[in-house]
C-alpha cells in the first residue's frame, strides 16, 4: 500500500475542492488511478461548506481551569455544546458526537484564523459521496474511494492518530466472526475497522502544523470497492460497546 500525500496552497471557504485537489495533483506530477482512495482532511471540508464559525465575544475565566488547548471562551463553550450529541460536564469537554466518543465534539480552533473554530462536516458520509462521484465521473473510475478523516486522540496514549469521519465507495470494515484463526478456533467478535486505520495512516503524512497536505491519495489498500456504503458498519450502540463503563448511564 502507498501513502502519497497531496501539498496544496491555503484553502479558503470559498475554494472548490475538487479543483484545489486537480491543482495539487498537477503541481506533484501524480494522476489518479483506478483503485485509489482519496483521504481528505475534514477540516477543510467543513470549511467549504460554510463550518467557520466566530467565536470572538466575552471570555470568562474559569476557576476550575480549562483544558489548555483552548482559552476560555462563552461563544466557544456554547458552539460545542450545540455541536455535542451528548457532554460529560467536565473541564476537558468529553462528548459522544455521531456515536464517537470524542473531546469537544469534533470542535477545534487549530489551522483556522484567530477568533475562529471549526467542527466536523454536517454530514460526512453524504459529503464523500459528492465528492467520490464528481471525481469518478470525471475520470471515468469505478474503482475509487473518498475518504474524511480527522485526527483523533486514543485514552491513555500520548499524540493523534486519525478516525474516520465519513467515506463512499468501499467498505469501511471487514467481518471475521464465524471465520477461523491460525489454530482452528472460531472467531466470535472480531471485525477489522479499515476506514480508521487508513485514517491513521492519512494522519501519519498529513501533519498537525503547518505542512499544508490536506489530501492524501491510498494506493493499493486491500479494500472491496462497492456503489453503496454503510452509514452504520463501523460504529455499535454505547451498551455495546467495551468501554461501556466509561459512558454515562444516560447514553446506554
Known amino acids: ?78 458552539y460545542i455544546k450545540s455541536e455535542a450529541d451528548l457532554m460529560l460536564e467536565d473541564e476537558m469537554f468529553l462528548t459522544i458526537k455521531n456515536n464517537i466518543f470524542t473531546p469537544s465534539a469534533g470542535v477545534d480552533t487549530s489551522n483556522v484564523p484567530e477568533g475562529y473554530a471549526i467542527g466536523w462536516p454536517k454530514d460526512a458520509y453524504a459529503s464523500a459521496e459528492i465528492l467520490r462521484k464528481k471525481i469518478a465521473s470525471d475520470h471515468k473510475f469505478f474503482k475509487l474511494g473518498v475518504l474524511i478523516f480527522d485526527s483523533f486522540i486514543i485514552p491513555l496514549r500520548n499524540g493523534v492518530t486519525g478516525i474516520a469521519l465519513g467515506y463512499s465507495g468501499f467498505q469501511g470494515a ?22 480508521d486505520g487508513l485514517s491513521a495512516a492519512a494522519t501519519v503524512v498529513t501533519g498537525e502544523g503547518r505542512e499544508s497536505i490536506p489530501f492524501v491519495i491510498i494506493r493499493g489498500a486491500p479494500v472491496k470497492f462497492t456503489k453503496r456504503t454503510s452509514r452504520t458498519e463501523m460504529t455499535c450502540k454505547p451498551k455495546d460497546c467495551l468501554y461501556r463503563v466509561l459512558y454515562p448511564k444516560k447514553s446506554l
Open 174 to 195: 471487514e467481518d471475521y466472526r464465524g471465520k477461523k484463526d491460525l489454530f482452528g478456533n472460531t472467531l466470535r467478535v472480531t471485525q477489522k475497522n479499515i476506514a
Open 1 to 78: 500500500m502507498e501513502i502519497i500525500p497531496i501539498k496544496t496552497q491555503k484553502i479558503k471557504p470559498e475554494d472548490d475542492l475538487i479543483e484545489v485537489l486537480s491543482r495539487g495533483l498537477r503541481a506533484a506530477k501524480i494522476s489518479l488511478q483506478s483503485g485509489d482512495i482519496i483521504a481528505i482532511v475534514s477540516k477543510i471540508v467543513a470549511l467549504t461548506e460554510g463550518g467557520l464559525v466566530d467565536i470572538r465575544g466575552k471570555k470568562e475565566t474559569s476557576k476550575k481551569g480549562r483544558y489548555g488547548a483552548y482559552k476560555d471562551s462563552t461563544a466557544l463553550i456554547n
